[in-house]
T-cell receptor, first 117, second 108 residues
Framework: GAVVSQHPSRVICKSGTSVKIECRSL??????MFWYRQFPKKSLMLMAT?????????EQGVEKDKFLINHASLTLSTLTVTSAHPEDSSFYIC?????????????FGPGTRLTVL | DAKTTQPNSMESNEEEPVHLPCNHS???????IHWYRQLPSQGPEYVIH???SNVNNRMASLAIAEDRKSSTLILHRATLRDAAVYYC?????????FGAGTRLTVKP
């Protein structure tokens, strides 16, 4: 399968600061990327859909002003957690859609563990 | 969204085949069937996906029922490294929703 990377893998920040997480598709171009969040012992929850060159679409209950998403190129999407608070501590996972005549699926990054003190 | 039903947990012995079932009676004609697995503190790993025909790759096989209302992920020889949560997801690549999955335990 295709490869998706995330950076950083872990980040610890102070309450009130902002954190940026990068997601890259390494061997294919992705017009659509996704951001998920996963709390301990829970399944992944979709936060937002990021389309290259346009505004992201957020799931109900996800604050778009808090979780800023930018998808400026076909291989890079970024998620910025603004004014982070301890309740934002979670495992954030991105994915990228690979879509052509023969396939339509997503490949996931390794995740970023965010801890807000 | 199309829904899937998977057992909460399954056990297998090392070096034996494992058949992980998934029911999806409300699947639509354009829905792919995707399988991922996840280890603790890691992102989901792609396993396999298919539309109508059975699929094989180096990791697993996907057997899709003729009416597409169920499918089975087959690991041909389980190893300890196959212990993970396995997710069966329906849909196109633009909309995937994760359920609880099946926790596979592999016994040595």
């Amino acid at each position: 399968g295709a490869v998706v990377s995330q950076h950083p893998s872990r980040v610890i920040c102070k309450s009130g600061t902002s954190v940026k997480i990068e997601c890259r598709s390494l061997d294919f171009q992705a017009t659509t990327m996704f951001w998920y969040r996963q709390f301990p012992k829970k399944s992944l929850m979709l936060m937002a859909t990021s389309n290259e060159g346009s505004k992201a679409t957020y799931e109900q209950g996800v604050e778009k002003d808090k979780f800023l998403i930018n998808h400026a190129s076909l291989t890079l999407s970024t998620l910025t957690v603004t004014s982070a608070h301890p309740e934002d501590s979670s495992f954030y996972i991105c994915s990228a859609r690979e879509w052509d005549l023969s396939t339509d699926t997503q490949y996931f990054g390794p995740g970023t563990r965010l801890t807000v003190l | 969204d199309a829904k899937t039903t998977q057992p909460n947990s399954m056990e297998s012995n090392e070096e034996e085949p494992v058949h992980l079932p998934c029911n999806h009676s409300t699947i639509s004609g354009t829905d792919y069937i995707h399988w991922y697995r996840q280890l603790p503190s890691q992102g989901p790993e792609y396993v396999i996906h298919g539309l109508t025909s059975n699929v094989n790759n180096r990791m697993a096989s996907l057997a899709i029922a003729e009416d597409r209302k169920s499918s089975t992920l087959i690991l041909h020889r389980a190893t300890l490294r196959d212990a993970a949560v396995y997710y069966c997801i329906l849909g196109r690549g633009n909309d995937m929703r994760f359920g609880a999955g099946t926790r596979l335990t592999v016994k040595p």
